[in-house]
């Protein structure tokens, strides 16, 4: 089969056909490296396997990051300005519908083994290639193979996996080659590594590989919906239906990689980034500008529940920041009977500052205005303001007694 025999032998034709043909294609050395899994180890003493890998993240990595996802033919002769090393893009334009084609790359792909695909995920992690393309590729071939990852597909993948321990092999797999930049779909990543994550309390995977999920889901918590938060909980030990602790360890990575990000840039604490304000209002935490929404859930509740003993009662309005209450929630919170006493207390004291803020300001606002004859004196607006504040304070008390 050498030239030494014949010009032109098998090995130079196969090489040729190799360089000219199926390296140059994304998809056909897919195929090929398909294909060389039924020789092994033949095939890797010829150095095929590790050739196609070589090729498939060249070309990922010369190509345009935004085709990948994309249905793709086979385009050769094509004349379209997309046409990428054999392979024909649809792009969907403004008014113009997009093309879907029966097959892609990223099917191709999928048909790899578990030890292939690493490799060519290792060798696409080599080259620094985009965390789109490199999630796209975990994604897919995740969905494939491993049952629930998307709560809003129920179909059964369309190949399975025939064991639990190879359904552990893999989602551990892609766990650990998942990029640690945060792609530009986060909304999408952010919903399929929670479906990765439910995955892995049904599985029982590693304790690493559960805590490196929590930990990338936490530097993008922003983009999780509360849908994505209700992650069922499968230990006898929990009482809940679903798992809080790991809701709050996802919040406390959050929490670590904020204060990493702006350590130094912001002074106080009443700058809010916008992540924080996002999360705020998934979790309900310190982000809310309001405590008054909060205020009406805990008197509904105490309203719902009279039997419940003061010192509870005060634990349950701990939840709320008296600081954070409106003047109209103050007013309404200093009159309710439900409240413990010290809640009530709490609530008359920031009451009284802002009702002496506003004093102030309108005290300022008359000094900063111009001379009129008909306007009040400072003297005056003070005297008003103090009697107003007297007087709020006694009828608190008259409703409490």
Known sequence: MTEEYSED?????????????????????????????????????????????EAIAERALSADPSLFGWP?????????????????????????SRTTTSDSWLEELALLSLPLFKRLILAMRARDLSPDVIESCLMYYAKKYIPGISRSNRKPPSSSVVSETEQRE?????????????????????????????????????????????????????????????????????????????????????????????????????????AMMLVGKLIDENARLFDDGL???????????????????????GVMDC???????????????????RAVVQVLFFEQLQLRHAITGSILAAEAAPPDSGRPSNLQLEQEGESAVGAAQMSARGEQR
């Not at 793709?72 to 113009?96: C, F």
């Not at 600081?323 to 919170?333: I, Y």
């Open 72 to 96: 793709v033919n086979d385009g050769r002769g094509s004349s379209n300005p997309l046409l990428w090393n054999g392979i024909e893009t649809s792009v969907r334009r403004k008014g113009t």
């Open 170 to 274: 893999l989602l551990e797999a892609i766990i650990t080659n998942l990029p640690s930049e945060n792609s530009s779909r986060s909304s999408i990543a952010t919903r399929f590594l929670f479906g990765l994550l439910r995955t892995a309390n049904i599985l029982n995977a590693s304790e690493a590989s559960r805590a490196a999920l929590e930990r990338k889901i936490g530097s993008q918590l922003e983009q999780a919906t509360l849908d994505d938060l209700l992650i069922p909980s499968y230990s006898y030990l929990n009482e809940t239906l679903y798992d809080v602790d790991c809701v709050e360890r996802i919040l406390g990575y959050f929490l670590d990689g904020l204060e990493a990000g702006i350590e130094g840039e912001i002074g106080d604490g009443s700058i809010r980034p916008p």
């Open 323 to 341: 600081q954070k209450l409106t003047l109209e929630a103050c007013t309404h919170a200093a009159q309710n009977e439900r409240l413990p006493l």
């Open 295 to 317: 205020y009406r859930a805990v008197d509904v509740y105490l309203k719902a529940h009279p039997w419940v003993a003061e010192e509870e009662r005060e634990k349950i309005c």
């Open 9 to 53: 032998n098998l090995i130079s034709r196969t090489e040729r056909y190799l360089s000219q043909s199926v390296l140059i294609s994304v998809k056909e050395s897919i195929k090929t490296l398909k294909s060389c899994e039924g020789l092994m180890p033949l095939a890797e003493t010829l150095d095929i396997p590790q050739r196609c890998i």
